[in-house]
């Protein structure tokens, strides 16, 4: 009885939110290390797909193109790691709070996600400097070995499809939801302006 309510339960969610450069991984790597917060990154898990794996290879040809993975497979790909997660108590939803990164990516996901996540809070990471980001992507390029942010092109097209097709999932959450963080400040205050907001979020309820 009690394993079947758990289930049907929605996951209290924080979402970090932002354009391609602006430090979400950089956050959510140091927010996961964190008791009672349960970290997931939708790039990461299209990266640790084996490449003989069909949606491994379906994720190349999208990534290598600047644009998203249908959004079939990727709500398949995530809800797959969210039920492994629980399985192998790597998240307790009863405790945990999740800080999904790179997911929803576009306001039909947020749609197909609306029933199972309860979204708390989403942290804008904000930058208007275009060109820092551009910096940063060409800089993770050679540090992570990432192709599509080894060329301008693939960089600008990824920005370009996070403007058209990302930024509405903004609108869809609303302006009580949404904190936008000025993610050109170091990204110590960046951390702790999230880690205040969580902090204040009352998630007994
Ligand atoms: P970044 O935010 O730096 O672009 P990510 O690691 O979040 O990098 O994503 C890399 C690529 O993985 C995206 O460009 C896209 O092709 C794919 N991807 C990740 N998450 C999603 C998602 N939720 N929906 C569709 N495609 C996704």
């Known amino acids: 009885m009690r ?3 758990t289930k049907r339960m929605k996951y209290r969610t924080v979402l970090l939110f932002g354009a391609p450069g602006s430090g979400k991984g950089t956050q959510g790597k140091i927010l996961g290390t964190i008791p009672g917060l349960f970290h997931f ?4 898990a299209f990266r640790n797909l084996r490449i003989t794996d069909p949606l491994g290879r379906t994720f190349i040809e999208y990534s290598s193109k600047g644009q998203l993975v249908p959004d079939e497979p990727t709500i398949d790909l995530w809800r797959r790691n969210i039920e492994a997660s ?8 009863d405790h945990d709070i999740m800080v999904l990164d790179g997911i929803p990516r576009n306001p039909r996901q947020a749609e197909i996600l609306k029933d199972t996540l309860d979204v708390r809070a989403v942290f804008h990471l904000a930058c208007v400097d275009m060109e820092k980001m551009v910096e940063r992507l060409q800089r993770r390029a050679l540090r992570e070995n990432r192709l599509d942010d080894a060329n301008l092109d693939i960089i600008r097209q990824r920005l370009e499809t996070y403007e058209l097709e990302t930024k509405p999932v903004l609108d869809f959450y609303g302006p009580k939801l949404v904190h936008h963080v000025d993610s050109t400040q170091m990204p110590l205050n960046v951390l702790r302006t999230i880690l205040d907001t969580i902090a204040a979020l009352d998630v007994t309820k």
């Not at 629980?86 to 939803?93: L, V, Y």
């Open 86 to 93: 629980r399985i192998n108590r790597t998240f307790d939803p």
């Open 41 to 44: 990154a939708c790039g990461d």
């Open 3 to 5: 394993a079947r309510k």
